[in-house]
């Protein structure tokens, strides 16, 4: 990091702190080359930024942690960033979101305890194979 570019990410950490708006404004300029990815990364997460975040986490276990908010992230941006993982880290962070899907159905829909057993049994069955046929559409 050059000695210029540290009051930049020192402004950069502030408002990301503060208005994360304009620290997404800073990051989408595309400037900032040398600073710490990863401290910029937990202040994206930590702001509600989760796309920032996820094009800053290099480690799988943040990147899972993170997807999960889908909610929050532009869906046309996630499928570029699933399109920038590798197949087996892609297939990861599919099987997470899926379960997370798949549990909030399960919770909302089936109220009873006994039927929410034989669900999640009959879930899992159907996560395999809706996973297979997407994978089977995403390659071709």
């Not at 942690?65 to 990861?92: C, K, M």
Request: aromatic residues 8%.
């Amino acid at each position: 990091m050059t000695h210029q570019s540290l009051p930049v990410l020192q402004l950069l950490e502030i408002n990301l702190v503060t208005n994360p708006q304009v620290a997404d404004a800073i990051l989408a300029n595309g400037t900032l080359t040398h600073y710490d990815r990863p401290r910029i990364a937990q202040l994206c997460e930590k702001a509600g930024l989760y796309m920032r975040a996820l094009q800053h986490y290099t480690d799988l276990v943040d990147i899972k942690r993170v997807i999960v908010n889908t909610h929050a992230i532009d869906p046309q941006s996630l499928v570029e960033f699933y399109g920038s993982l590798s197949a087996e880290w892609a297939l990861d962070c599919l099987q997470v979101t899926q379960k997370l899907v798949w549990m909030s159905v399960i919770v909302c829909c089936v109220p009873d305890g006994v039927h929410r057993i034989a669900a999640l049994c009959c879930t899992a069955a159907f996560m395999c194979l809706d996973l297979f046929w997407w994978c089977g559409v995403w390659l071709l």
